[in-house]
Structure formats: structure tokens, C-alpha cells
């Protein structure tokens, strides 16, 4: 049996699910800030109702490993404490009946994604011996099967994204689930699956490391019987190989059954905890209003950025790192709607943080990076690659292999732009191998794109096809970046205008049409628009052509520095130019 966290929500447990979780943190952190001054209750209260609305209308992806994610880029390892939530209740009937399983039939077997330690009370419970395998340093200690063999005396727990006693062992952030599973551990998974019956509750498949794992051996086992609450996604059932049966059900009355079945256990229904509250109350509330501030910057909540980078910027509790750090967050809001306030932002935060550069590498390799990458957006080449050398100098010295992937893959990009495309492949190609080794999908997606793009440029349509297929595809799986994945539908379709697929391509670009409304991204839009307009017109639709050659026109000249990319004016005046011709009588 492989339960997820779907088991540890029904009382006494009564655990909150990813997403309740994720929200509670959000919130809370809000509200240390409140608290402490640095932000008006109102307004905090107003961002956050936004917030959830965003969600609910897809405007902002708030996908619980990625809110982790970048919520762990400044608290660190003390978010995790937050999590002792998961903790405060008592072991639930799932647990009970999940615990005397274990101890009564000997080849029963058992792993689980949850943090939590409901199971190991409900075992301890009933008098049973056993043993939690939660780390890698711990699957690797086992030198054979045996430790977890069935009818063993000792019964094996496999906690297979951690557990709450184990900090370095979880895997909740998106960093931490985007690494593929240990090759030690996905051996004792095969080991548990081969030739085996297999039922998996309370689990949603949503992971980037384990869900792969259980397709790629669900070949080797003898079934799997998926219980899904609600309508299974047919991402699922695409992606899993054989002899799957997913049942549409509530797993509380698959347990309750067993129980009736077999054990007859009693059970209460009480709980209330706040352990997430008691947690907030002991942080800095300007690392809680910062944390909040790179969280908007990245799920595209820019007024939950810039109001929460404004506070520390502000605040008099906030050091000259810090204030640098926010104005950076702030240049990163500003970059497509004001990019001339965003470069301010920048140089800003490289004056605070210049007299400790050297302490502070790879936070001025950061700055250095960013504003090489906005000097690109302006058309300023030389200077934009004289700052991402520099970046990219500070980023070894720091040895920060991310920001080495960022600064290569923009050097591509520019070389492109500047004529140089078969030179920019092996820029890219190294930005990917950087981003590889720190298991970085949203700079490993932008990559693939942006190799597409140099395969493009020369004329190699077939290998930019691939190249685009393949980062869309990570982009729609597991990096949850709207705007990029409007990016990424866009470019599918212009590859699919070149090679004369119009009907697949307007396919394509009407979903980054949709998307992209979703976003700030105006150039995306613009872009789309002309692109539509060419296939329509491929098409010898005149009506439906010249209406988007209308709202593309009209987009771009909103625009800043639209007409400052010299490819994108050629490749527009093109566009007029093929209408020209269509438009004269023959």
C-alpha cells in the first residue's frame, strides 16, 4: 500500500491537506508583519483575498511545492518547523487500520509521501515493532532487501519524502522533489512493487519524483488498484504503463470497511491546533514580509511583491543586505511594465550592497545578472554582456551553479540576437548542464526554449520543434510558470506557421493567447497576435487576419522599448509587408 496525504485529513488526525497548509503559512506570515508595523492590516488582508482569487481564476499558480519553494529561499530550514501542524492530532482510523495491517498479515508492505508520524503512533499503539526508513543516508545502510522483507519481525515504515524528525530528509520544496529519487531508494520500491498487488490511497500523483518512478515500474507489477478521490486526471492514466484500475471513491469508507471487516477499532472525532500560528509568532517579522515579497515576485503577484519588498525596504529593523535584497524583488516586479523604474532597482541595490561585495558574491553576481538581462531587453548587447561576464565571474567565486545557468543562457540569447546563433547553441547547452546539476526545472525549461530558439534561427526546424515540445512539456508538468508556458505554446505555434501546419499552430497559439491574458506579459500578446494574423492570412481567412494584425499593432505600440529589439522590427515589418502583397489586386 502507497497513501499519500489524503489519509491524515479525517479526525482525530484532522491534517491539513498541501493547500490548506501552503495558504495557512501564507497568511500567517502576513500576519507577523501586520503585527510588527510593517504593513497595514487592511491592505495585507486585501493582497491576500486577491491572492486566492488570483488563484481560483488561474492568474497565479500557487502550487504548494513551489510557494515552499520560494518561501525556503529566505526562512530556510525553520520553515520546516511550521509544519509540526501535521503533528497536533492523535492517529485517525486510516492509521489504525493501516497500523494492523502491518502487524497481522506478514506480507503486507507499506511506504508513504507524508511527514507526518500518525502511523508510528497508531503502531506503537498497538505493541508493534518497527522501523522508519526516512533518509537516503538510511536506504543506503541497508545492505540487502532483507530489512525490509516481508515477515520480518521488525516492520519497515518507508517514508519516502521524509519525516517531521528528520529535517534534512524532507523533500517539500520544489527543489527538493524535482531531484529524481535516490537510485538506493527507487531499488526498494522496486523491490516492494515487483510482482506485487498494489493499492495506492490518499496520494494525488502530483510529485515530480516519485509519481515517475511508480509509472516507469508499473509494467513489472501485478496490479494497481488507485483510489482517487473525485475524477482521475488523464495525466495519470496516460503516463502509467499497465494493469492500472483507478477507482473513483472516498478512502475513508475503503478504511472503514476494512475495519468493519476485520478490526473493529472505535475512534473520536476532536481536534484543534495552531501550531503555525505559535510558529510565525517566533519569526523575524522583516524575514516574514521578505519571504513574502520573493514569493509574489515568482507566482506573478506583483502587488503582494512590491508591497512586502516596500516594507523592508522601508523598515528600520531592515539591513543594507536585506533593503538590497527587496530592491532586487522590486526590479524583478518592475522588468516588463516599467523596466526603466526596474534598472533604478537595480543599481539601487548594487549601491547598498557594494561595500560588501565580497561577502556578499553571489547576492552582486545576482544584481550583476539581472541587470545584464534588462540591458539585453533594451537592446544595449555589449553592455548587457559586459555585466552577465562579471555576474558570472562573482557567481564562481560564490559557486552558484544557478546563477551560472541564468547568465549562460542569456549570453545565448544575445549572441542570437546579435547574429550569432550557432555560437549561442553551446552557451545554451551549458546553461542546461548547470541547471541540471542543481535540478533547477523553471531554468532547465527556459533553456530548452531558448536552444529551440537558436535551432530556429538557423533553420533547423525539426531540432527547435523538439526543443520547444520538450520545455513545454516540463513547464505544463512541474515548473507551474504561466507566463513561460504562454511563451512556450507561442513558440510551438510559430514553428508549426514555418513548416506549414497552420490549423495545429492556431491551435497552439490560442492557448497562449488564453494563457498570456492571464499574465503582465503584453509582448507575449502582441506577438501572438501577429502570428495569428500570418496563419489566418496562410489560410486565406483576409477578415479574421487583418483583425489580428489590428490588435497586435495595436498592443505593441503600449509597449516600452518594443521597437528597440531589432529582429522583432524586421520580423514585423515583414508582416506588413506580406499583408502589402495580399492586399493589392491582381
Same mark, same amino acid.
Given at each position: ?34 503585527r ?19 488563484q ?14 520560494w ?16 503533528d ?9 487500520v ?10 503486507f ?16 499503539f ?12 538510511q ?10 522483507e516481508?515477515?520480518s519481525r ?13 529535517k ?19 531499488e ?9 498487488n498494489?493499492?495506492? &490511497? /490518499?496520494?494525488? +500523483?502530483?510529485?515530480?519524483?516519485? !509519481? #515517475?518512478?511508480?509509472a516507469?515500474?508499473? =509494467?513489472? %507489477?501485478e496490479?494497481i488498484?488507485?483510489?482517487y ?23 475513508n ?6 475495519n ?7 475512534y473520536?472525532n476532536?481536534i ?13 517579522p522583516?524575514a516574514?514580509?521578505?519571504? &513574502? /515579497?520573493?514569493? +509574489?515576485?515568482?507566482?506573478?503577484? !506583483? #502587488? ?5 519588498s =516596500?516594507? %523592508?525596504?522601508?523598515s ?9 535584497r527587496?530592491?532586487n ?20 541595490a548594487?549601491r ?23 540591458y ?24 552558484? =551553479? ?7 543562457d ?5 549572441l ?14 551549458k546553461?542546461l548542464?548547470?541547471?541540471k ?7 532547465m525549461a ?7 530558439e537558436?535551432?530556429?534561427?538557423i533553420?533547423?526546424?525539426?531540432r ?9 512539456d ?9 507566463p513561460?508556458l504562454?511563451?512556450?505554446y ?40 501577429y502570428?495569428?494574423?500570418i ?9 479574421l ?9 495595436k498592443?505593441?505600440t503600449s ?19 506580406t ?8
Open positions: 500500500m502507497i497513501c499519500g496525504a489524503g489519509i491524515s485529513k479525517s479526525q482525530p488526525a484532522g491534517a491539513p491537506d498541501w493547500n490548506q497548509l501552503k495558504l495557512d503559512i501564507v497568511s500567517t506570515l502576513a500576519t507577523r508583519a501586520v510588527a508595523g510593517l504593513v497595514d492590516r487592511r491592505k495585507a488582508s486585501s493582497l491576500l483575498r486577491a491572492l486566492v482569487i488570483s481560483k481564476r488561474g492568474k497565479v499558480t500557487l502550487k504548494p511545492e513551489l510557494v515552499l519553494h518561501l525556503h529561499v529566505q526562512l530556510g530550514d525553520q520553515l520546516f518547523d511550521s509544519f509540526s501542524c501535521l497536533d492530532g492523535s492517529p485517525n482510523l486510516n492509521h489504525l493501516i497500523a494492523a495491517l502491518l502487524q497481522s498479515f506478514s506480507d508492505s507499506f511506504a508513504t509521501t507524508n511527514f507526518d508520524r500518525y502511523l508510528e503512533r497508531a503502531l506503537a498497538l505493541g508493534a515493532q518497527f522501523r522508519v526508513y526516512a533518509s537516503v543516508k536506504y543506503k545502510q541497508s545492505e540487502s532487501y532483507s530489512h525490509y516481508m515477515g521488525e516492520i519497515a515504515v518507508l517514508k519516502l519524502h521524509g519525516t517531521l524528525t528528520q534534512e530528509s524532507l523533500r517539500a520544496t520544489l527543489r527538493g522533489v524535482s531531484q529524481p529519487i535516490h537510485a538506493s531508494l527507487r526498494v520500491i522496486l523491490a516492494l512493487l515487483k510482482k506485487r498494489v493499492f495506492i &490511497l /490518499g496520494y494525488s +500523483g502530483n510529485d515530480y519524483d516519485l !509519481f #515517475p518512478t511508480i516507469g515500474l508499473s =509494467n513489472r %507489477v496490479s488498484y488507485w483510489i478521490h473525485g475524477s482521475c486526471p488523464s495525466r495519470l492514466k496516460e503516463k502509467m504503463k499497465s494493469n492500472v484500475v483507478f477507482v473513483q471513491g472516498d478512502l469508507d475503503f478504511f472503514d470497511l476494512v468493519r471487516s476485520l478490526f473493529q477499532f472505535a473520536e476532536s484543534s491546533k495552531r501550531s503555525v500560528q505559535r510558529w510565525s509568532d517566533k519569526l523575524d522583516v516574514a514580509a521578505y519571504s &513574502l /515579497g520573493i514569493l +509574489g515576485a515568482f507566482i506573478g503577484s !506583483f #502587488p503582494l511583491a512590491s508591497t512586502m =516596500n516594507a %523592508v525596504i522601508k528600520r529593523r531592515s539591513s543594507r543586505v536585506l533593503r538590497a527587496a530592491q524583488i522590486l526590479g524583478i516586479c518592475l522588468k516588463r511594465k516599467a523596466p526603466v523604474r526596474s534598472m533604478r532597482c537595480y543599481r539601487a548594487l547598498l550592497i557594494a561595500p560588501v561585495k565580497r561577502q556578499q558574491a553571489a547576492l552582486y553576481g545576482n544584481l550583476l545578472g539581472n541587470l545584464g538581462s534588462l539585453y531587453e533594451f537592446g544595449t548587447y555589449e553592455k548587457a554582456l559586459e555585466c552577465l561576464r562579471e555576474s558570472s565571474q562573482w557567481a564562481t567565486k560564490a559557486k552558484n =551553479n544557478t546563477l551560472l545557468a541564468q547568465n549562460n542569456d549570453i545565448g540569447n544575445i542570437r540576437s546579435k547574429g550569432l546563433a550557432s555560437q549561442s547553441i553551446s552557451y545554451h547547452r546553461a548542464m548547470f541547471a546539476k542543481v535540478g533547477d526545472l523553471s531554468i527556459r533553456t530548452l526554449n531558448n536552444l529551440g537558436a535551432y530556429r534561427y533553420g533547423r526546424l525539426d527547435a520543434l523538439t526543443y520547444f515540445r520538450r520545455s513545454v516540463i513547464k505544463e508538468n512541474e515548473t507551474a510558470d504561466i513561460a504562454a511563451r512556450g507561442m513558440n510551438l505555434g510559430e514553428i508549426l506557421i514555418l513548416k506549414g501546419q497552420q490549423i495545429e499552430a492556431l491551435d497552439w497559439l490560442e492557448k497562449s493567447l488564453r494563457m498570456s491574458g492571464k499574465t503582465f506579459d503584453e509582448v507575449t500578446k502582441a506577438r501572438v497576435c502570428d495569428m494574423a496563419s489566418y492570412l496562410q489560410l486565406k481567412n483576409l477578415e487576419a487583418r483583425s489580428f494584425l489590428m490588435r497586435g499593432k498592443l505593441s509597449i516600452p522599448h518594443w521597437d528597440r529589439d531589432p529582429h522583432r522590427i524586421a520580423w514585423v515589418n515583414s508582416i506588413n509587408k499583408f502589402d502583397l495580399a492586399s493589392r489586386p491582381r
